[in-house]
Each structure stands twice: as structure tokens, then as C-alpha cells.
T-cell receptor
Framework: DARVTQTPRHKVTEMGQEVTMRCQPI?????VFWYRQTMMQGLELLAY????????DSGMPKDRFSAEMPDATLATLKIQPSEPRDSAVYFC???????????????FGPGTRLTVL | DQQVKQNSPSLSVQEGRISILNCDYT??????FLWYKKYPAEGPTFLIS?????DKNEDGRFTVFLNKSAKHLSLHIVPSQPGDSAVYFC?????????????FGTGTRLTVIP
């Protein structure tokens, strides 16, 4: 049963601390997305990668957030330093893009609930 | 600026009746539209989609309607079941070529009352 996995599921930290969230996309998917869910904005895109190369990270606060894909099986999202306004649920999603008209489904992980005190 | 809007934060419907969830968008360049369903403590899961060249797509109890001139789409669930109670997100994409950046609405919480 292929699924996207995310760790940790919950994270409580204090303001100023570094937070690292990890995502394992579905094997064979070449596109990975990071979303943040807030009450006001719904699901907002932070960054996404295709074939491990960053395509768009315009949704991310650059001074404190960074996203990487060290290899095809791991994507990371870091916040340093964290702030209370970063408290949200962070979702990773993966999908396939072959450049032809195809099904546009993204598969989401269960999310990381981050609380910054 | 929110390009995809779901103006109803919540909706309650009796079991067996029709649920209609609405979504509006502002960018006429969107080419593909999707609905996702989300249960608490889980990630969103894909429900149904529609290409901009169609005005209707049906999958079992779920039908999505697209009105391009009004920049409006809706999701109909008939008949509604208690298990349909979840948050529903509308999403739009500029590109149909596989997984691409999706613009999501803020969601509508559907409660189906037994």
C-alpha cells in the first residue's frame, strides 16, 4: 500500500528553536510538494520539487524556511528560527509528472502538526 | 490573494439528501479542477476532478459541475451519507500534465446528520 509518510506527526517546540520535518514520497513519484494548512489561508503551497530540483519556493518565508531533497526518497522542510506564527499543520504530497496530459492527482501525507510556544 | 474561494465554511445536510459544495475562482487560466476530502488528523485525499473542456464529471455519488463563464464549480453528493462528513477542499491547476502546483480554497466542513 503505497503512501506518503511524514515525521514527526506532532512537534511542540519553543520559539527560536530549529524544526525539521521529513517526508518520504511514494516510490516512483517525481514531484514533491510542501503545503501548510492554516485556518485563514486553507492549504497554501510553500515549495515543490520535480526530479529533486526546486521548481517553486515563492510561498516560503526565505529568511527562516528552507526545503531540500537530499535524495529521491526524502524531502525535508526546516524552520530556523521558529516563531509562534509558524504553528500550523504541514503537509507533504507527491505525484507524477511525465509532461503529457495525465491524471493530476497528488497524494498527501498525514501531516506534521507544529506548535511553537 | 486567494485565487480559489470557498465562501461557505460549513454545511449541514440530512442523511440521504443532496450536499452541494461551491467553489469560485478568479483566474480564467486555470485548466483543471479537483476536489479533495479531508478527515481529521489525516491528509487530504483526492475525490474527483474535471478538465476545463468539460462541464460535468460524475463518479458514483459524486458529480462535479464546472461553469467556466461564471468561474464557478460545485460538488454534488447524492445521496449524502454520514461517512461523507469531512472538510472538502476545492483546488485548481494551470496544467493538466500530471502533478502540478495546486491552488486550494479554504475548505468547507460538511456534516451529514444521520
Amino acid at each position: 500500500d503505497a503512501r506518503v509518510t511524514q515525521t514527526p506527526r506532532h512537534k511542540v517546540t519553543e520559539m527560536g528553536q530549529e524544526v525539521t520535518m521529513r517526508c518520504q514520497p511514494i516510490l516512483g513519484h517525481n514531484t514533491v510538494f510542501w503545503y501548510r494548512q492554516t485556518m485563514m489561508q486553507g492549504l497554501e503551497l510553500l515549495a515543490y520539487f520535480r526530479n529533486r530540483a526546486p521548481l517553486d519556493d515563492s510561498g516560503m518565508p526565505k529568511d527562516r524556511f528552507s526545503a531540500e531533497m537530499p535524495d529521491a526518497t526524502l524531502a525535508t522542510l526546516k524552520i530556523q528560527p521558529s516563531e509562534p506564527r509558524d504553528s500550523a499543520v504541514y503537509f507533504c504530497a507527491s505525484g507524477s509528472n511525465s509532461g503529457i496530459v495525465a491524471y493530476n492527482e497528488q497524494f498527501f501525507g498525514p501531516g506534521t502538526r507544529l506548535t511553537v510556544l | 490573494d486567494q485565487q480559489v474561494k470557498q465562501n461557505s465554511p460549513s454545511l449541514s445536510v440530512q442523511e440521504g439528501r443532496i450536499s452541494i459544495l461551491n467553489c469560485d475562482y478568479t483566474n480564467s487560466m486555470f485548466d483543471y479542477f479537483l476536489w479533495y476530502k479531508k478527515y481529521p488528523a489525516e491528509g487530504p485525499t483526492f475525490l474527483i476532478s474535471i478538465s476545463s473542456i468539460k462541464d460535468k464529471n460524475e463518479d458514483g455519488r459524486f458529480t462535479v459541475f464546472l461553469n467556466k463563464s461564471a468561474k464557478h464549480l460545485s460538488l454534488h453528493i447524492v445521496p449524502s451519507q454520514p461517512g461523507d462528513s469531512a472538510v472538502y477542499f476545492c483546488a485548481a491547476s494551470f496544467d493538466q500534465t500530471g502533478a502540478n502546483n495546486l491552488f486550494f480554497g479554504t475548505g468547507t466542513r460538511l456534516t451529514v446528520i444521520p
